[in-house]
């Protein structure tokens, strides 16, 4: 998985940075009173100030930011693009979501942008506590009309943009200790601490997902696919329920890491 990282300078010498140039903390403070929310090192285009003040529209036609992004490989930036941002954080509900609406922001906004590379998703961000009911209506929305959108919380982008000083990636957890409780259960033939194990770190590396801590879910995942690939149930067990569970386990890990694989 190749990290997302801030990428400033595409921000600030874009052409129309210096009529809309702002912190994304700033849009916040000034949409929705809120303050500190986001790290004070990301800065964005204003798109609805640009919008407003120098093309003579309105804000409801664009996207509330564009962020600068690029991709992080080989100790350099790579993949330099714009992801579009719309706060909604004072929203009570997804009730309020208009398909139509949301769509036309994204299309008018790449419009404005468009001598500029788009990031293929759009971001929305909502608050902690109506950011899961978005979540599941953006879902069923994409899967009926390939829809490239990403709900998320503050606290789920600020884990979703990293920053060059955040290189290389330090896992939070003691991957060394994951492996070798896995191992010491196999060396003693422990099968049902190794499933009970396995699934326990399954479901934390879920839990990382859905936080948008994408590197901390692959460094887990990779550290038990790394001993799941060569485990062969034979060597431990014949026993039907063993051999059973075993299936099913590589199958759930398997179809949890290929979802970003």
């Not at 912190?23 to 809120?34: I, T």
């Not at 564009?66 to 929203?91: C, M, P, T, W």
């Not at 692959?218 to 550290?223: G, K, L, M, S």
Request: proline share 2%; hydrophobic share 40%; glycine share 2%.
């Amino acid at each position: 998985m190749v990290p997302i990282i801030y990428n400033e300078d595409i921000i600030v010498s874009h052409l129309i940075a210096k009529h809309c140039l702002c912190l994304l903390d700033e849009v916040s403070q000034r949409d929705y009173n809120k303050v500190g929310i986001f790290s004070n090192k990301i800065k964005c285009l204003a798109l609805d100030d640009y919008e407003t003040k120098f093309c003579g529209g309105s804000k409801d036609n664009t996207m509330d930011a564009a962020v600068g992004i690029s991709d992080y490989q080989n100790n350099r930036k790579v993949n330099h693009r714009l992801l579009l941002v719309e706060l909604r954080l004072d929203y009570q509900s997804s009730r309020n979501l208009e398909k139509s609406s949301l769509a036309r922001k994204i299309k008018h906004s790449k419009d404005l942008l468009s001598e500029s590379r788009i990031a293929l998703n759009s971001c929305f961000i909502f608050s902690e506590e109506v950011a899961p009911k978005a979540q599941s209506w953006v879902r069923r929305f994409a899967r009926e009309f390939s829809a490239n959108w990403e709900v998320m919380n503050p606290i789920q982008f600020n884990a979703f943009i990293k920053f060059e000083s955040d290189m290389p990636y330090q896992p939070e957890n003691d991957l060394d200790r994951i492996k070798e409780v896995l191992y010491e259960c196999l060396k003693k033939k422990d099968l049902k601490n190794f499933f009970d194990n396995t699934r326990y770190w399954r479901t934390e590396a879920l839990k990382y997902r859905n936080q948008f801590k994408l590197l901390e879910f692959e460094a887990i995942t990779d550290t038990l696919w790394n001993i799941w690939k060569s485990f062969d149930i034979a060597a431990y067990s014949s026993d039907e329920m063993d051999i059973l569970e075993s299936e099913i386990e590589k199958e759930d890990l398997q179809i949890l890491i290929g979802r970003y694989a």
